[in-house]
């Protein structure tokens, strides 16, 4: 990429939350760079369907090498780093194994950090009941000396459901907007500050929805760290995959 811009590469695990970071990205390039400009971009997609058995199963070795072959289709085709669209995948991405062969920015700390920027105390997180229970968040926001809720069972196991059955499919259902919104507002009552989107498909779901709570567009915001990091704004990241050290 000339005058020192550099080329992004996009792991995409599912298709719609992977659309909105591109889309974002290259709309945000142009407010920077000019109109119809942004640095290069490439999105590398092996099929979600892929992975699914190998999710139920918890095999994390299966769905990172899966990873790491997207991330090699990416380095190949000229990326200087990368960035997964895929919350539920740092889980496979922060599990042992050889580095990968580019750096990427991790999607968990990117929220984590604007969490802290915005002063947020307790946030709660919606996902796929593997990012609700898994580790990502729950190191990430502890990092940055935020506390993480989650919804009850009931309620995780809806959500997952509308992600599964619904919004990796493109379908997006007032019904499932009124229960989402709805979780959110429990979770105000509990005392949370703001609520973390991280399956990246939600903020599509909401995003003309007003909610209880203030909240954190993972796709979004990954988008535009990423835009800083080829823009020269934000420093290139180090992080090979792997577990994620914290100061």
């Known amino acids: 990429m000339s005058d020192g811009l550099k080329h992004f590469g996009i792991l995409a695990h599912s298709a719609e939350g992977a659309a909105l970071c591109f889309t974002t990205f290259c709309h945000e390039g142009g407010k920077r760079l000019g109109p119809d400009m942004h640095p290069d971009v490439t999105v590398d997609c092996i099929a979600f369907g892929q992975s699914m058995d190998a999710w139920d199963k918890g095999d ?65 997180v919606l996902g796929t009941r593997f990012t609700m229970e898994g580790p ?12 993480r809720a989650i919804p009850d069972d009931k309620d995780r196991a809806e959500i997952d ?49 007003r909610t209880a709570l203030p909240t954190l567009d993972s796709t979004r915001l990954l988008a535009k760290a990423a835009l800083d990091v080829a823009t020269g704004r934000a420093p290139m990241p180090t992080w090979r995959g792997g577990p994620v050290e914290t100061a």
């Open 60 to 124: 994390h070795d299966f769905i990172r090498n899966i990873h790491a072959q997207s991330i090699l289709n990416l380095a190949g085709a000229g990326a200087d780093f990368f960035a997964c669209a895929d919350n539920t995948s740092h889980i496979a991405l922060e599990h042992e194994g050889p580095d990968f062969v580019i750096p990427g920015l991790n999607i968990a700390d990117v929220v984590a950090a604007e969490a802290k920027k915005q002063g947020m105390k307790k946030v709660g």
């Open 136 to 147: 990502a968040y729950k190191r990430a926001l502890a990092a940055q000396g935020i506390e």
């Open 161 to 209: 459901r509308v992600v599964f059955e619904e919004l990796v499919r493109g379908k997006f259902l007032d019904s499932s907007k009124a229960f989402y919104a709805g979780v959110i507002e429990k979770l105000a009552d509990e005392g949370c500050d703001g609520v973390a989107m991280v399956c990246t498909e939600i903020p599509i779901l909401l995003d003309s929805v």
